[in-house]
């Protein structure tokens, strides 16, 4: 059986190396996104960037799949909400073994299965199609509620931005998942602290964030989303908390854009961030320095 | 105190009102025992609501199956997109809220959730078109010309409660999405005196006449009913074809019946804008047939409050409304 069952399996592995495991993931996974974007000539390359450890520690980690079914009936359910995060969730496909490496190189090009916002009709592990913000969160509503009603032991886990907190209905989604007492529901908020109109802040005042999903009746933590430590920590808190009274959970994660590349940490933020083509090079150059420093 | 005589006025702008004639034969909320009939064969069949289970009959199967009803709260855009996700994991969802909700407020999310993986989730609106007299608030007058556009939607405009009965596990069985106008309470029951079942898809003659033909959805074929018997006494004999089915569409059967010689009218409790005129217009105008098509519809306008017999008559839905037009026609 070939199915990863990685964060009870790792758990003999040692914190260490269970840790490693993760942050390998996360390296791999950001030259997957520099390599796409390169693709593009552009592309939302800093978002890929600074969520890559959340998607490591989610599939790495967390998320029990079978890579050559990935439609197998027994997985966990990761839904992507933010559909414009696709190339961070390709790079983690490929990462995860469900799409082929080699077939990175045609996002967003026509007629690939990798288009350049997530549709589950065209990528194998797309859960479904995001893109439309504030979508994500009700239909995991759904999901885990009918996962929970049919018997099975499956989480849902929905993958959202801290932008998408300014829709209505995700905020209509988080009363539901408290009202019929969603424990098999974990969700992942990036809080980049970027939206297409600049920063959140001034685009639209979504803090006291911890608070809203606390009012809410949620389990919330809020870690640094770029420290694999306390992601996994994080998550080994919503195993702690389940229960037959579980609460749904959520992991707020304060995270950088373009975090690994020094290059484009430092960069003026923005949604869609340009990079021109002699930069390409230094940017893996980077990544890779920065990678290798941390692991000696 | 003095008691002012007032001419007797038909009252009400109440929310539920009803559209049976007195004395008509009707069948109590037909939706919700034929969705517990379903269930019964199906068990991934579930019911949803957001808010409204009392107002859609729902409640039938929220009490028939208490464990396979999930109530959503008065959150139209978690209804739709939950409801994706429960098809998602293979269950079996009608949803239910008002079609103006459904329609107006999330419609995004039945597009992208439901419609473009083509899940199976069926989507159950109550108040379409002009059936009460709240105002435009409640009055789902574009519900069709809304939901047409979205594509792998199946539309379901019912006549009576044998039209619902017979509807409700065939759009079950259906792949992809559906929108089923509701008709709710006590809903007349009609077409059992004729030769007739609901097949998905299917449009079907219902009575054949020289002079006139009307094409016609959802409670409007009971008004063409009656009228084509009212028209038989002014010597107009009217044939009455009724397509519940507004998508995908029996183009084949509608061009048939309207490429005649006899006067054409559509008849849809809805705007004349973008619901079943439109539909027969454009395939019409596609198969190259030269017809003129009268419609009788819901003006482009939003809509009074009132009483819902006056504004069936105000707005041209009423049986003496239906024959007027026509006789001005001939």
Known sequence: MTTTTTSTATAGTGAAERRRLVEDFAYRMRHHALNMGEVQGQGYVGQALGSADMFAAVYADQLVYRPEDPDWDGRDRFLLSTGHYAIGHYAALAQAGIVPIEELETYGSDDSRLPMSGMSTYTPGMEISGGSLGHGLPIAIGTALGLRHQGSPSRVINFMSDGELDEGSTWEAAMGAHHHGLGNLTVLVDINALQADGKTDTVMRTEPVADKWAASGWHVQRVDGNDVGQLLAAFDAVAQDAGPDARPSVILCDTRVGCGVPLLEEREKAHFMRIEEHEWKTCREQLTAGHEGATK | ?330
């Open chain 2, 1 to 330: 105190m003095t008691t002012t005589p007032v001419k007797a006025r038909l009252k009400t702008s109440a929310m539920i009102a009803s559209f049976a004639d007195p004395g008509q034969k009707t069948a109590p909320a037909p939706f919700g025992h034929a969705l517990v009939k379903a269930a019964e064969e199906n068990p991934a069949i579930v019911g949803l609501t957001a808010d409204l289970g009392k107002y859609t009959d729902m409640h039938i199967f929220a009490n028939a199956f208490p464990e396979r009803f999930f109530q959503m709260g008065m959150a139209e855009q978690l209804l739709l997109g939950a409801a994706a996700g429960m098809a998602q994991t293979g269950l079996v969802p009608f949803a239910s809220t008002y079609s103006v909700f459904a329609a107006r407020r999330a419609y995004d999310f039945l597009a992208l959730d439901a419609a473009e993986p083509n899940l199976n989730v069926n989507v159950v609106g109550g108040l379409p078109g002009l059936t009460t007299g709240y105002g435009p608030s409640h009055q789902a007058t574009e519900d069709m010309a809304i939901f047409r556009g979205m594509p792998n939607l199946t539309i379901v405009d019912p006549c009576d409660s044998l039209d619902i009965e017979q509807a409700v596990p065939q759009l079950a069985a259906s792949e992809g999405p559906t929108y089923l106008r509701l008709l709710r309470g006590n809903v007349p029951t009609v077409l059992d005196e004729y030769d007739y079942t609901f097949e998905l898809g299917k449009a079907k003659v219902l009575r054949g006449g020289a002079d006139v033909v009307f094409v016609s959805s959802g409670l409007m074929t009971m008004r063409a009913l009656a009228a084509a018997k009212e028209l038989a006494k002014h010597h107009v004999d009217v044939a009455v074809v009724h397509a519940p089915t507004i998508k995908p569409f029996d183009t084949e059967t509608v061009l048939r019946e309207l490429n005649t010689d006899r006067l054409a009218v559509t008849l849809e409790n809805h705007s004349v804008v973008g619901g079943l005129f439109e539909t027969v217009a454009s395939a019409v105008v596609q198969s190259g047939v030269s017809k003129r098509v009268v419609p009788i519809a819901l003006p482009d306008e939003f809509l009074q409050a009132g009483a819902l017999p006056t504004l069936h008559d105000r707005y041209g839905l009423s049986v003496a409304r239906i024959v007027e037009k026509v006789l001005g026609e001939l």
